[in-house]
């Protein structure tokens, strides 16, 4: 996979404004590096679901399907989705609490105006793409 926006994903984010874009722009460059550095998650899939960035594990099938897009409750949000039926937000709070924002069961929310945590982020990018190998273990 190359770190190319293909169409689908840039046609998802038409209209955002620019810094909003920005900051999906960077969430998507986190997903792609952290399935580069771990051999385990192989190559993704990026494709868009409901409307939204997917990135799926389809080739290993090593963990659950990430996705990235605009909160839609605020203007300024954005997140970073997963199943909610897995646990991952659960543990994400458990580990990043006082760092991160959490939607119910399902997201890590953002705000484009402030810097990403990059090192939770790809924790939790990491954790999302390797859960199945988890679950199997």
């Known amino acids: 996979m190359t770190d190319e926006i293909p169409e689908p994903t840039r046609s998802a984010w038409e209209g955002l404004p620019e810094q909003l874009a920005e900051r999906l722009v960077q969430l998507r460059q986190l997903v792609l590096e952290v399935a ?28 659950t399907t990430v996705r990235i897009h605009r909160h839609k409750k605020s203007p300024d949000t954005y997140g970073l989705y997963v199943h909610c039926q897995t646990d991952l937000v659960e543990r994400y709070r458990q580990l990043y609490d006082e760092e991160l924002t959490f939607d119910g069961n399902r997201a890590v929310l953002f705000d484009s105006k402030d810097e990403l945590p990059v090192d939770a982020v790809k924790h939790c990018i990491a954790m999302a793409l390797t859960y199945h190998l988890r679950k199997r273990s």
């Open 36 to 63: 580069r550095e771990n051999p385990a998650i192989g190559p993704l899939e990026e494709t868009v679901k409901w409307g939204e960035p997917a990135f799926l594990t389809a080739a290993s099938g090593s963990g």
